[in-house]
C-alpha cells in the first residue's frame, strides 16, 4: 500500500470493464480506504488521485402524486403517518425516524433536522453534519400532534416493533412501502425514490428553479440557517403553497 502512486491508481482503473460511473464510485471507496490507513498511521501520506471519472447521471425513479395516494390506500392507517409526512416534505426517511417532539416548533411553523439514523444507530448529526431548519405545513403540523407518546421521544413509531411503540426502521418502512406498491399495481421502486426523490421531480416538473429545489430539500448553506431562518420559512411556505415568485 505504500508503495502505490497515481499511475498505479489510474491503470487500475483503465483496466477495469465498467461503467465511467462505477470507476468513479471505486475511485472514492480507495480515497476512503487510503484516508483510513493515513488516520490509522499505517502510511505516511496519501497520494495524489486521477480525476474522477464523469459520467451521465440517471435521472432517479419516482412517482407521480396519483400513484403515491394509490401506495398509501394500501397502507394501513396505524403505519401511514410516516409515509404522509414523507411524501409531503421530501424529508430523508432516516431522518424522519429519527425526529423527536422537541424538534418540532409549531410556533415558528418549523422542523429542525438535527440527527438521522445509521445502521439502526442514532447519530446526533445529519448526513450534511449540520441542523438544517424546515418548514411545516399545516396539515403536517396536525399529523404530528396527532402521534402518539413514547417514551423515546421521537415522533413517529412503529405499533409492530419488537418494543411496542418504539421508533421506526428504515428496512421495516421500506419492506411495507413495497409491499404496498405490489398491491397498489405501482412501480416498486425503494422508500426514498417514492417519497423524496418523487417530491423533488415534482416539484421540479412544476417549474421551481434549482435553488428552490436545494432549499426544499434541505441543501442550503447553514451558515445562512440562523440569519435567514425567518425569510427561509415564509420562502418555503409559498413553495409548498405552490406560489412562485
Not at 498505479?8 to 480515497?31: G, T, V
Not at 439502526?120 to 407518546?149: G, H, W
Not at 405501482?186 to 429545489?213: C, Y
Not at 441543501?219 to 403553497?241: L, V
Request: proline fraction near 4%.
Amino acid at each position: 500500500m505504500r508503495d502505490i502512486r497515481r499511475n498505479h491508481i489510474r491503470e487500475f482503473l483503465n483496466d477495469r470493464e465498467c461503467s465511467e460511473r462505477y470507476k468513479a464510485d471505486m475511485l472514492i471507496w480507495l480515497k476512503s480506504l487510503f484516508k483510513a490507513a493515513h488516520v490509522d498511521r499505517v502510511i505516511d501520506s496519501i497520494p495524489p488521485f486521477p480525476a474522477t471519472p464523469q459520467y451521465q447521471s440517471d435521472s432517479p425513479r419516482w412517482l407521480t402524486e396519483a400513484e403515491q395516494v394509490d401506495v398509501l390506500a394500501c397502507i394501513t392507517d396505524k403505519h401511514c403517518a410516516i409515509y404522509q409526512f414523507l411524501i409531503c416534505t421530501g424529508v430523508r426517511v432516516s431522518e424522519a425516524c429519527a425526529l423527536k417532539r422537541k424538534d418540532v416548533d409549531y410556533s415558528k411553523e418549523s422542523i429542525s433536522i438535527r440527527r438521522t439514523f445509521s445502521r439502526r444507530k442514532l447519530i446526533e448529526k445529519t448526513k450534511q453534519k449540520r441542523e438544517n431548519i424546515r418548514y411545516l405545513p399545516p396539515d403536517m403540523a396536525e399529523l404530528l400532534k396527532s402521534q402518539p407518546l413514547n417514551i423515546e421521544g421521537f415522533v413517529f413509531t412503529n405499533p409492530d416493533g419488537i418494543l411496542q411503540g418504539s421508533h421506526c426502521t428504515e428496512d421495516f418502512l421500506n419492506s411495507l412501502w413495497k409491499k404496498a406498491s405490489g398491491e397498489a399495481k405501482v412501480e416498486i421502486m425503494p422508500l426514498k425514490n417514492g417519497t423524496r426523490h418523487s417530491w423533488g421531480t415534482q416539484k421540479a416538473l412544476m417549474g421551481f428553479s434549482a435553488e428552490d429545489l436545494a432549499d426544499g430539500m434541505g441543501h442550503s448553506n447553514a451558515r445562512m440557517t440562523k440569519n435567514y431562518i425567518g425569510a427561509k420559512i415564509e420562502r418555503q411556505k409559498k413553495f409548498y403553497s405552490g406560489a412562485r415568485g
